[in-house]
């Protein structure tokens, strides 16, 4: 077992997805201290997805929602510790050591199960633009185009659900394909079916035209070049692995790990599950599968320090320790004349958040309201806001979703 | 949720799209956030439609926000 302090595990996992959770349940399972970190919330890719398709079978399909909440509950009943800060690098060894956002942990053994990230065009200006035209969630964002035309970046079967699912609310769907479709032809079936989408195959993103907002995308076919009127493109190429954040283990020419059988690195103590393994099959069942290899694996390599599979379970596992929640850290002096707003970086969600806030306000005859915000709406709050909310604020209004 | 934690009154304004995402983060984290649920999505409004969700999300959050002063 570990040696019991705060921040020392026998497994850390890096990312609390699909691959993530099961390899994390799968070490726990085994007996072991366990923490899995998410920068967000558990969920993973999955967080962006309203359906899942060809799950649990293929030609079937169900919502993402309660497959999130399965995993979550059963790593948790499993004894795993959820850990919410952004792993920032991994040092092999023994121990392994992991570097976050707020500080440094060991590990026995760490599991690597970031995902990739985002898909991204890769063009000047793509990254101000987030929120404001490009978007990588037909599920959370679609309805902000209905009626509006877009266009959808990619080549395979999420390529072609997320225009499917743009289609039953956009005026006009444009999939451009930067090569040929890899989409099956049963999804091909159904986007020829839907009048309002075009596919366009050889086709290049090659600039990006907006005034604040996006309006328009340069599209390069083999014969032409021209500007696509649309208000929304979604990518779904580009997306990245994690090369670099584990220091030695080579990554392929996307940035996912590389392996010697899809799940040991060349680093003894470190594995990778998930989509983020160089050459992975990027479906549900097989981070199911990866995470639960990869997290016996890892359970496997600390097996001899932990000893022979008796397992002393602590009581007050998963209980936050005392002194460290409402009473130490109530914000005892601030008075309720002290409220604030906290934005997500949205903009009508800051609109509604601002409006609530006046009637609050005028509800309670405040001076004044204090307000902060996330620097964007995907990430993670900043620590130093968050202190200075719960030092100087009583109440704390929160926006969240778009 | 961190707020909460932390002993701060932090009613949580959701669009409805996000709630799951809310509610598997509240298990995660083991606190049960004040939440007031918005029909989603609440970008693209226009300011008519954008006032009927202040005025759904105000008739919410008072009552809350009185009652966790004390008013209640």
Known sequence: MS?????????????AGVAGLSAARAAAEAGLRVIAYDRLSPGGQLVNLTRLHDHPQPGMSTEAWPVVSELVAKA???????????VTGVRAGEPVVVSTAGGEITAGAVVVATGLSAGRLGLPGEEELVGRGVSTCAGCDGPLYRGKAVAVVGDDDWTAEE????????????VLVPGEPRWTAHRAGRLAATDHVEVLTGATVTGLRADGVLSGVVVRTADAERTLPVQGVFPYVGRRGPAGLVEGVPADEVGALRTSDGVRTVAARVFVAGDCGAGATQTVAAAVAGGIAAGEAAAAAVRPAAGPGLRIVDPTAGVEPAGTDAEEHASGTAEWTEVALFSNSKPNATELLRGVG???????????????????ASAAADKDVIDWLSQRYKMVLVAVGD | MELEKRGVVAP??????????????????????????????VGGLNEGELAERIDAAAGALLPLADEARGDG
Request: proline share 7%; hydrophobic share 50%; charged share 20%.
């Open chain 1, 3 to 15: 040696a019991g302090g705060d921040s020392s595990y026998d497994v850390a996992v890096v990312g």
């Open chain 1, 76 to 86: 948790e009943a499993a004894g795993v510790e959820m850990g919410f800060d952004e």
């Open chain 1, 163 to 174: 225009a499917l699912e743009l289609a039953e609310v956009a005026a006009a769907v444009t």
């Open chain 1, 358 to 376: 006046e009637r609050l306000q005028a509800h309670w005859e405040l001076p004044e309201l204090g307000f902060a915000s996330k620097p964007n």
């Open chain 2, 12 to 41: 949580l304004l959701v669009t409805s799209t996000f709630l799951p995402l809310v509610e598997a983060q509240a298990k995660a984290r083991r606190v049960t956030p004040r939440v007031i649920v918005v029909p989603h999505p």
